[in-house]
């Protein structure tokens, strides 16, 4: 949780000293890192954002989801965001959906052996996010989504950083 609030200290603290906008062919790709409510578990991934326009954007992503309550996960996404800046496209606004499909790991101890078996879903993710453009080819991302997979649906949040290219 620390590292959630050294971020969230980052994005609040950043300079805005570039003047960018949101342009159709323009590429980011960068980390991220969050939490899943599915497992109450860290998650980790990397994203990468392609805008068809200046109002929609391409974001396949793939995420590991770290063991807790005996389970953990692989997922991967393809969402469409629909982005709107605003101050001079230093800071925009998402809405997303999207496909996604997740492997969870359900591990099981029988005889002191852990044997895992997977759980393989499709499923729809919907969310909202905000990136800061804290440089012409560097911005900061939050997010918030709900993941509808049968069985394992749940709230994710995600801070990320991308450079912008």
Known sequence: MAAVSLAAAALLGTTFDASAELRRGEKSFGPRIG??????????????????????RLAPEADVVFRNNDKDAISVALNVQFPFGFEQDKVALYPFAGPTYVSWGLHNRNENKDVTTHANRFGMNAGGGVE?????????????????????CGAQVNLGIMFVF
Do not use: H, P
């Open 132 to 152: 800061f453009r804290a440089t012409s080819s560097l911005k900061l991302s939050l997010e918030g989504r709900y993941t509808f997979v049968k069985d394992y």
């Open 35 to 56: 939490y899943c409510g599915a497992n109450s578990s860290v998650m980790a991934g990397l994203t990468f954002q392609y805008s068809l326009s200046r109002v929609v």
